[in-house]
């Protein structure tokens, strides 16, 4: 069963499928927040990130990429004790450096979203060795979803799904490539 036939109607899963997945972004919290979810979803199901959801934004101040680049000690603390989000020593490791490393893409090349169009049409192995040499924590999979879920990779709907329509038209960039 694809996700566009399960995901309509569960309380985590239906909405973020028929509003955020697939759809473009360019709010560089936004792609910082996927990204440090799609992070802390490797080993575990989307559903109980998606149910931590709300904890991770009040954990990591909204996804504010300059707040959590300045995390030290004290708040990396904070983190690891927070029942409410995915108390792994590596993925908060990994958020709070990905936040540093977006920091800089802004002033390198004008933010995330610029890099990310910078580097656009790659196809999902050039990506990979992409985010590795950028980022940290970022496999295969990881980048993968990252990218389809901000649509510049193909795959979050199928076709006949009424979402698929929805995206067509804000023209992903997985669209522009082809």
Known sequence: MSYCEAAPGHPFHGPYHDREYGFP???????????????NQAGLSWLTVLRKRAAFFQAFDG???DRVASYGRRERSR?????GIIRNRLKVEAAIENARRIAALRERNGGFARWLDANHPLDKAGWVKLFKRTFVFTGGEITGAFLISTGYLPGAHVERCPV???IARLNPPWMRGK
């Open 63 to 65: 996804f504010d990429v």
């Open 164 to 166: 698929y329509a929805r």
């Open 79 to 83: 983190l690891l004790a927070d029942a």
């Open 25 to 39: 972004t360019r709010a560089e919290r936004k792609l910082f927040e996927r990204l440090v979810l799609e992070i």
